[in-house]
């Protein structure tokens, strides 16, 4: 990271007001406090400014004509992520104020207010901004992690945390949370960034299989064994392991995965050479460990072992305000690299995005913004780009009508292709909202369904 120099520059707050003489009135008071303001008469002009300089709070009325504060609101979560944004208006209500912080307002002031509130006002949307991104414009100690929720703060600021130590960490959430991205941060911010990080799928491979990709295995220990071959843990010796789907494990090789976390010891399949490593273990679940623990599926010494440090990643439904952040992040990925001049998401289409519940949290989000930079022939994302059970909630089919005396496994068959369709066909997603594996999804469905989910049928 590069230096930063010790004088900071002051804080730039933008005012947004149609009204001049409360334009000039606020920004002599903002000057007066020892920041820079900037005056704009409407929203228009409001998105120009942040787009041509860098700018901390803006202080926006709520009712201007054209783009009013809360349309406002929604852009600037678009073009400038890291702006807080403090709402002033005389025709607040509890619902305006409401809306207003739940799509990512800092602070709601209402009119007539002595300029000391306002003052305060700023002051604790600064504060918040210092903890979501340095003043001087340096990125987030976690860039891999886009948002700015309380509850995404404080999974950055525990990663953070977490990092510098030796100890195992447990990441926890739902399937397409992030805890692949939250384990590469701990591992690029620890000691041992220097060294490999080796990932692991523990639900990838059947037992056998597993216990020659985690240790290895010496030539001819098994049927196609033709070569010595390093295990995992070997190969991750000084850095980090991560082992995802942790709760896939058998019997047997948790109690081998817990003499490693004891001791550091294990042998290659077909040796009985003892060999060690000193491999940090960071290990990630979507199903409560507590759950399996309490009905005898896992190990209770070894659920100890990793929950040495846990970290849960909230799922998306629970932070609806980081939406616009990610929307707009993958947005820019996708467009990038198809080459497709698109420069925004329409307010209709970001709207259904927010309110959408998002059962494959992150990664249904990321391949929904994929598939309408595809599918778009304009310079913005509209409602018609997006999948039906977005853009047309009210129309995307919710329950499953089985009659009494279909079998069990045609029940379940229907059950998975409907969670499919809702997933947009994303079988780790739907895994994850089911509470089974992938290859179960595979297993039910047969091989014909494989390649591409079928949509849920009619009755």
Same mark, same amino acid.
């Given at each position: 990271?590069?230096?930063?120099?010790?004088?900071?520059?002051?804080?730039?707050?933008?005012?947004?007001?149609?009204?001049?003489?409360?334009?000039?009135?606020?920004?002599?008071?903002?000057?007066?406090?020892?920041?820079?303001?900037?005056?704009?008469?409407?929203?228009?002009?409001?998105?120009?400014?942040?787009?041509?300089?860098?700018?901390?709070?803006?202080?926006?009325?709520?009712?201007?004509?054209?783009?009013?504060?809360?349309?406002?609101?929604?852009?600037?979560?678009?073009?400038?992520?890291?702006?807080?944004?403090?709402?002033?208006?005389?025709?607040?209500?509890?619902?305006?104020?409401?809306?207003?912080?739940?799509?990512?307002?800092?602070?709601?002031?209402?009119?007539?207010?002595?300029?000391?509130?306002?003052?305060?006002?700023?002051?604790?949307?600064?504060?918040?901004?210092?903890?979501?991104?340095?003043?001087?414009?340096?990125?987030?100690?976690?860039?891999?992690?886009?948002?700015?929720?309380?509850?995404?703060?404080?999974?950055?600021?525990?990663?953070?945390?977490?990092?510098?130590?030796?100890?195992?960490?447990?990441?926890?959430?739902?399937?397409?949370?992030?805890?692949?991205?939250?384990?590469?941060?701990?591992?690029?911010?620890? #000691? !041992?960034?220097?060294?490999?990080?080796?990932? +692991?799928?523990?639900?990838? $491979? *059947?037992?056998?299989?597993?216990? &020659? @990709?985690?240790?290895?295995?010496?030539?001819?220990?098994?049927?196609?064994?033709?070569?010595?071959?390093?295990?995992?843990?070997?190969?991750?010796?000084?850095?980090?392991?991560?082992?995802?789907?942790?709760?896939?494990?058998?019997?047997?090789?948790?109690?081998?995965?817990?003499?490693?976390?004891?001791?550091?010891?294990?042998?290659?399949?077909?040796?009985?050479?003892?060999?060690?490593?000193?491999?940090?273990?960071?290990?990630?679940?979507?199903?409560?460990?507590?759950?399996?623990?309490?009905?005898?599926?896992? #190990? !209770?010494?070894?659920?100890?072992?990793?929950? +040495?440090?846990?970290?849960? $990643? *909230?799922?998306?439904?629970?932070? &609806? @305000?980081?939406?616009?952040?990610?929307?707009?992040?993958?947005?820019?990925?996708?467009?990038?690299?198809?080459?497709?001049?698109?420069?925004?998401?329409?307010?209709?289409?970001?709207?259904?995005?927010?309110?959408?519940?998002?059962?494959?949290?992150?990664?249904?989000?990321?391949?929904?913004?994929?598939?309408?930079?595809?599918?778009?022939?304009?310079?913005?994302?509209?409602?018609?780009?997006?999948?039906?059970?977005?853009?047309?909630?009210?129309?995307?089919?919710?329950?499953?009508?089985?009659?009494?005396?279909?079998?069990?496994?045609?029940?379940?068959?229907?059950?998975?292709?409907?969670?499919?369709?809702?997933?947009?066909?994303?079988?780790?997603?739907?895994?994850?909202?089911?509470?089974?594996?992938?290859?179960?999804?595979?297993?039910?469905?047969?091989?014909?369904?494989?390649?591409?989910?079928?949509?849920?049928?009619?009755?």
């Amino acid at each position: 990271m590069a230096e930063v120099a010790d004088v900071r520059p002051e804080p730039c707050v933008l005012v947004v007001d149609d009204h001049e003489s409360v334009r000039v009135a606020l920004g002599k008071a903002l000057e007066k406090r020892g920041w820079r303001a900037k005056l704009a008469s409407n929203g228009r002009d409001a998105l120009e400014c942040l787009r041509e300089e860098r700018v901390h709070v803006v202080v926006a009325d709520l009712k201007m004509p054209g783009m009013d504060g809360i349309g406002l609101l929604k852009s600037i979560r678009a073009v400038s992520p890291f702006t807080e944004v403090v709402m002033v208006t005389a025709y607040g209500t509890v619902e305006k104020a409401v809306e207003a912080m739940k799509l990512g307002a800092v602070d709601f002031v209402a009119k007539p207010f002595r300029r000391d509130v306002l003052i305060e006002a700023v002051e604790r949307a600064l504060a918040r901004r210092c903890e979501t991104a340095p003043m001087a414009g340096e990125e987030s100690p976690v860039p891999e992690i886009v948002g700015k929720s309380r509850a995404i703060r404080e999974v950055i600021r525990l990663i953070t945390r977490i990092a510098p130590s030796a100890a195992t960490v447990l990441i926890c959430g739902e399937s397409g949370t992030g805890k692949e991205l939250a384990a590469e941060a701990i591992h690029r911010l620890s #000691r !041992r960034r220097d060294g490999p990080l080796v990932k +692991v799928s523990c639900a990838a $491979l *059947p037992e056998t299989l597993l216990e &020659s @990709e985690l240790f290895g295995h010496e030539r001819g220990a098994f049927t196609g064994a033709v070569e010595q071959r390093k295990g995992r843990f070997e190969i991750a010796h000084g850095g980090t392991l991560f082992l995802d789907e942790i709760a896939q494990l058998s019997p047997g090789m948790q109690s081998k995965l817990l003499r490693v976390l004891q001791d550091g010891c294990f042998e290659r399949v077909g040796s009985n050479e003892t060999r060690k490593t000193d491999a940090r273990v960071i290990a990630a679940t979507n199903v409560p460990l507590e759950e399996a623990v309490e009905k005898n599926e896992f #190990r !209770r010494d070894l659920y100890y072992r990793l929950n +040495v440090v846990g970290l849960q $990643l *909230p799922p998306l439904r629970q932070r &609806s @305000e980081d939406v616009p952040l990610l929307a707009d992040h993958f947005l820019r990925r996708y467009a990038t690299r198809n080459q497709a001049n698109i420069l925004g998401i329409a307010r209709e289409a970001l709207d259904a995005l927010v309110d959408f519940p998002w059962p494959g949290n992150v990664r249904e989000l990321e391949n929904v913004i994929e598939r309408a930079v595809v599918l778009s022939t304009g310079d913005r994302i509209t409602l018609a780009d997006l999948p039906e059970r977005i853009s047309r909630p009210d129309k995307a089919p919710r329950e499953v009508s089985i009659p009494v005396g279909t079998p069990v496994r045609e029940a379940e068959r229907r059950l998975i292709q409907a969670t499919l369709f809702h997933t947009n066909g994303d079988k780790t997603a739907a895994a994850g909202i089911l509470g089974i594996t992938r290859r179960t999804i595979y297993r039910k469905l047969g091989n014909r369904d494989k390649e591409s989910p079928a949509e849920p049928e009619e009755e």
